[in-house]
């Protein structure tokens, strides 16, 4: 019997990380494969259109959990996806980076004895106030298989007693999806259709809890963001989260569309995001993926955190942390628009070759866990 893996994505980061281990299992075969989505995420822009951008086979199992707190959406996953599994049990499962729905699905699995791989795993904030640390922590804890995208992380992964027998440095996934859109997604000329035709601008995304949900730094965050646009043209890409966030302070018309300088927009496509970073002059942003992206587009990024689990883009990247304190986020870009940035270095293993290595790895996994097949 050949071994069935369930690739197990539910929000937005982890289309892109789910696309080319889907193309990597195609390519290599040996192994079936279902893909199981949470519904984590549920807005067509925040979901529906990275399948169809990048070509991810529609999934077979889908969970409908939505929104709600942190408790209500991990129980609903563990609930729901346990269910799944009592019903037709894979060989193995594969959970992607570190949103609620990663660690959901991977402690439902582990309990009924179905072996987690994990993908992204080692990265480490050393932050425990964020969600996202936890779900790495725990995640990581009961994983079989850990598949590693930078250095650090296998680092990690020692210092914490994880057997180095479970841990492959396979590079990043991400890359590899970006490499491959980054054609499609520049003949979009995102920009040149919000009429930024040939002019220099930047590129906006918030939705960190740390930066989102306090109504004084968000205030704060939004007030500097207008400062800056007056400088330099942005476009804001907004989440959801920070929509609700603003309105719920009074604060709807700093995010509104229709400003001379901000160009606000909602959630946007895969490719219209690459798209729209691989021109920016800046990118000033709280998201984990897009510091990825802009080093490996050598574009100056200003990460808005106080620590970062991607310490590569750092070391080798085009990302600096500015955290959000006002003075520090202007200094940093006074400095890009001065050009006095770090142009950035390759990143060993981001070569848009990970799928394929994942793949190698999943299937020597399964040869080890499932060795009676025939
Ligand atoms: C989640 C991940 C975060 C990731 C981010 C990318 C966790 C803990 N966090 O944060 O790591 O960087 O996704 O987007 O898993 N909402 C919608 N439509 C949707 C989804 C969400 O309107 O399709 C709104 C709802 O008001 C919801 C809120 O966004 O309550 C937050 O959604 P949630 O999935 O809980 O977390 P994110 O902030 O998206």
Same mark, same amino acid.
């Given at each position: 019997? %050949? ?6 994505? *539910?929000?937005? /980061? ?9 193309? *990597? ?13 949470? *519904? ?6 925040? %979901? ?10 529609? /999934? !077979? ?26 019903? %037709?049990? /894979? ?9 609620? =729905? ?19 795993a080692g ?10 640390? @936890? ?6 804890? @009961?994983?079989?298989?850990l598949?590693v =995208?930078?250095?650090?992380?296998v680092?990690?992964l020692r210092?914490?007693?994880v057997n180095d027998s479970k841990v492959r440095l ?12 980054? &054609? ?43 400062? #800056?646009?007056?400088?330099? &043209? ?7 989260? %920070? ?6 302070? *009074?604060? !709807? ?9 901000? @160009?606000?927009?909602?959630?946007? =496509?895969?490719?219209?995001?690459? =798209?729209?970073?691989?021109? !920016? ?29 991607? /310490? ?25 628009? !001065? ?9 060993? #293993? ?25």
């Amino acid at each position: 019997m %050949t071994p069935v893996l369930d690739l197990v994505a *539910g929000a937005r /980061p982890n289309f892109m990380k789910l696309a080319p281990v889907v193309q *990597g299992l195609v390519a290599r075969g040996g192994l079936e494969f279902r893909i199981v989505h949470t *519904g984590q995420h549920y807005d067509p822009s925040m %979901t529906d259109i990275f399948f169809e951008d990048l070509r991810i086979p529609a /999934p !077979a199992v889908h969970l409908d959990v939505g929104s709600g707190t942190h408790g209500v959406q991990t129980a609903r996953i563990i609930e729901r996806y346990e269910a799944h599994l009592l019903k %037709t049990p /894979p060989s193995g499962m594969v959970v992607f980076g570190d949103v609620n =729905s990663t660690v959901a699905c991977a402690l439902a699995a582990v309990k009924l004895g179905v072996p987690v791989a994990h993908v992204e795993a080692g990265l480490r904030s050393f932050d425990r106030t964020m969600p996202e640390e @936890i779900n790495r922590l725990l995640t990581d804890a @009961i994983a079989d298989l850990l598949l590693v =995208s930078e250095p650090s992380g296998v680092e990690n992964l020692r210092r914490e007693g994880v057997n180095d027998s479970k841990v492959r440095l396979v590079g990043n996934v991400m890359i590899d999806t970006l490499m491959s859109q980054l &054609p499609e997604a520049r003949e979009r000329r995102t920009a040149a259709r919000l009429g930024l035709d040939g002019r220099r601008y930047g590129f906006v995304t918030l939705h960190r809890p740390s930066n989102v949900d306090d109504p004084e730094t968000l205030a704060t965050l939004l007030g500097l963001l207008q400062d #800056l646009a007056r400088e330099l &043209p942005l476009v804001f890409a907004i989440h959801p989260r %920070t929509v609700a966030a603003a309105a719920r302070v *009074g604060l !709807a018309a700093l995010v509104a569309d229709g400003q001379e300088h901000l @160009i606000c927009l909602g959630p946007q =496509s895969y490719l219209d995001t690459v =798209s729209l970073v691989s021109g !920016a002059a800046v990118v000033l942003t709280d998201s984990g993926g897009l510091q990825e992206e802009t080093s490996v587009l050598r574009v100056p990024c200003l990460t808005l955190r106080d620590n970062t689990e991607r /310490p590569v883009t750092l070391t080798r990247g085009t990302s600096r942390l500015v955290g959000n304190d006002p003075a520090r986020i202007r200094a940093a870009f006074a400095d890009v628009l !001065a050009g006095d940035w770090p142009a950035g270095d390759t990143i060993p #293993l981001w070569d848009g070759k990970a799928g394929g290595r994942v793949a190698e790895e999943l299937t020597a996994w399964m040869n080890r866990r499932c060795p009676t097949r025939t």
